[in-house]
């Protein structure tokens, strides 16, 4: 993870698991009072699919800063250094344009939508396209910055050649016949 942005993923962080308690509690309240009570509150959707855009967007930031998105790197991993170098400018540059894709299209949306507000929050449409522009935005950020401590001759940990701290699993007639008995 970036360490100048060490101190904002963990306020992601802490949003995340915010949000993701806020949208729990309110449609479980929600449900409860819908089927026992014939009641219900009134802005629970709303407030949960904005949350939820949010939650989900934050979330794929702070995967992209931990490195924890999925990779696969059965080929790359054996290439000799300079050939997995230009893998890793090709990967960051690729990423890099899908960043701003998504952040000229939110934006796009967001300028469109701010105009319209949500018939029960009164909040505006666009809040929830702006996750899109914050999270392209951030993801920017990291790969640039990424970009440049690798120009600078630090290669992320996936990309660097590093392997797993686990053995890979293997199953062996010997071992299963083991766990049999």
Same mark, same amino acid.
């Given at each position: 993870?970036?360490?100048?942005?060490?101190?904002?993923?963990?306020?992601? @962080?802490?949003?995340?698991?915010?949000?993701?308690?806020?949208?729990?509690?309110?449609?479980?309240?929600?449900?409860?009072?819908?089927?026992?009570?014939?009641?219900?509150?009134?802005?629970?959707?709303?407030?949960?699919?904005?949350?939820?855009?949010?939650?989900?967007?934050?979330?794929?930031?702070?995967?992209?800063?931990?490195?924890?998105?999925?990779?696969? @790197?059965?080929?790359?991993?054996?290439?000799?250094?300079?050939?997995?170098?230009?893998?890793?400018?090709?990967?960051?540059?690729?990423?890099?344009?899908?960043?701003?894709?998504?952040?000229?299209?939110?934006?796009?949306?967001?300028?469109?939508?701010?105009?319209?507000?949500?018939?029960?929050?009164?909040?505006?449409?666009?809040?929830?396209?702006?996750?899109?522009?914050?999270?392209?935005?951030?993801?920017?950020?990291?790969?640039?910055?990424?970009?440049?401590?690798?120009?600078?001759?630090?290669?992320?940990?996936?990309?660097?050649?590093?392997?797993? @701290?686990?053995?890979?699993?293997?199953?062996?007639?010997?071992?299963?016949?083991?766990?049999?008995?």
């Amino acid at each position: 993870m970036p360490e100048p942005l060490r101190w904002l993923f963990k306020v992601f @962080d802490i949003l995340v698991v915010v949000g993701m308690a806020v949208i729990s509690l309110l449609i479980f309240t929600n449900v409860v009072l819908r089927y026992g009570f014939s009641s219900g509150i009134p802005f629970a959707v709303e407030v949960s699919r904005v949350i939820l855009v949010w939650v989900i967007f934050l979330g794929a930031v702070v995967g992209l800063a931990k490195g924890a998105h999925l990779s696969v @790197d059965a080929l790359v991993a054996r290439l000799p250094q300079k050939a997995r170098f230009a893998c890793f400018l090709v990967s960051y540059s690729l990423m890099l344009w899908c960043c701003w894709l998504l952040g000229r299209g939110s934006w796009a949306l967001t300028r469109i939508e701010w105009g319209n507000i949500t018939p029960l929050t009164g909040l505006p449409v666009g809040l929830t396209y702006a996750a899109g522009l914050v999270a392209a935005i951030m993801m920017a950020l990291i790969l640039l910055l990424e970009l440049w401590r690798s120009l600078r001759g630090t290669l992320p940990r996936t990309w660097a050649g590093a392997k797993s @701290d686990q053995p890979p699993l293997t199953v062996s007639p010997a071992s299963s016949q083991e766990r049999i008995q």
